[in-house]
């Protein structure tokens, strides 16, 4: 059980385009979800924290307008990357949160060209 | 504590030795740990928990050991294989939505 999804798993685009990731969680419900970036080599860097019904919370340095994210309902929430540009390419990771723990999903790989 | 943006420590074994990884949490308040497995392009995948009221739990050849006076945890892999090659993070936990991970460490088995 816990499994978490994430679609697409690797998108390229070009810049100046956004791009939209969703992340659900499979066989439970999941009132907050976090978004992680990650370089590669390099530790999970969380984003922001996404609660059902209500705005994100977004970590110091992670600007709000350029990451949207909307949790909608209590099994989906997306993450928007605006006007992407090269230094957006990442690996971005959501979870779920289940009881007291977290639950990843397999990650979204982004190339912005 | 929670690190962000750091470059990984490495660890280096022999197929069928033991791993043992390291991890400091600064929480005293924290009360649930978790570790986790990331493979190469993959998310991050539970491994196995323990709660503050125990020092010790052990799974399928993993044993996770907590040590609360010096807020250290630790786990232990038996007979290393090279599927166990991967980034092994912790995770402290003080209730909420407060989860603060460890750095990750970089497990490379060598056949």
């Known amino acids: 059980g816990a499994v978490v999804s994430q679609h697409p798993s690797r998108v390229i685009c070009k810049s100046g385009t956004s791009v939209k990731i969703e992340c659900r969680s499979l066989?439970?419900?999941?009132?907050?979800m976090f978004w992680y970036r990650q370089f590669p080599k390099q530790s999970l860097m969380l984003m922001a924290t996404?609660?059902?019904?209500?705005?994100?919370?977004?970590e110091q340095g992670v600007e709000k307008d350029k990451f949207l994210i909307n949790h909608a309902s209590l099994t989906l929430s997306t993450l928007t990357v605006t006007s992407a540009h090269p230094e957006d390419s990442s690996f971005y990771i959501c979870?779920?949160?289940?009881?007291?723990?977290?639950?990843f999903g397999p990650g979204t790989r982004l190339l912005v060209l | 504590g929670e690190s962000v943006g750091l470059h990984l420590p490495t660890l280096s074994v022999q197929e069928g030795d033991n791993s043992i990884i390291n991890c400091a949490y600064s929480?005293?308040?924290?009360?649930?740990f978790i570790w986790y497995k990331q493979e190469s392009g993959k998310g991050p995948q539970f491994i196995i928990d323990?709660?503050?009221?125990?020092d010790k739990r052990q799974g399928q050849r993993v044993t996770v050991l907590l040590n609360k006076t010096v807020k250290h945890l630790s786990l232990q892999i038996a007979a290393t294989q090279p599927g166990d090659s991967a980034v092994y993070f912790c995770?402290?936990?003080?209730?909420?939505?407060?989860?603060?991970f460890g750095t990750g460490t970089s497990l490379t088995v060598i056949p």
């Open positions: 979870s779920g949160q289940f009881q007291e723990t977290q639950y």
């Open positions: 066989d439970f419900q999941a009132t907050t």
């Open positions: 996404s609660n059902e019904g209500s705005k994100a919370t977004y």
């Open positions: 929480n005293s308040a924290s009360d649930y």
């Open positions: 323990i709660r503050s009221n125990m």
């Open positions: 995770a402290d936990f003080e209730g909420g939505n407060q989860f603060y």
